[in-house]
């Protein structure tokens, strides 16, 4: 999708009544190409009065280029499987929140607030508690579960 594609959309989201609009994410443009644009849809978007444009940062280097354009609040994402975990992060779930602290210290340390995401949590309720835990103790304000893979459905597996 073009840059102005992505502006104009975000745009007209914003005069929805939406209090919050995830506008993008400052991903390695090596392994998201799709994302590369991030610095360039922040800059150009029309910021609503009321609005807030969180940006998902996968990592410190994300955080920067995140706060070089003036975001005001991120969010972070770790798997709630092992299997996931280690498919998309390469690391564990514990070594996914330990590299998400550096992150965190950044951004609590400029006063920019915290999300956290765990995606592929429709089949695992277990998860849920302990995955709250360990992003609390990194400083999140809010923890989100999601089904990123379209594998939920309307009822829930517990």
Known sequence: M??????????MLSQTGLKSIEATSFVSKKWVP??????EVMQAIKRAPGVTYPVLVPNVRGLEDAMKVGVTEVCVFGAASESFSKKNTNASIAESIERFKPLCDLAKANGIKLRGYRPRVVRTAACCSSGSRAYWSVGTFRASWAAPTRASSPRPPW
């Open 34 to 39: 799709q994302m590369g644009d991030a610095t």
């Open 2 to 11: 073009r840059t102005e594609v992505k502006v104009k959309f975000i745009d």
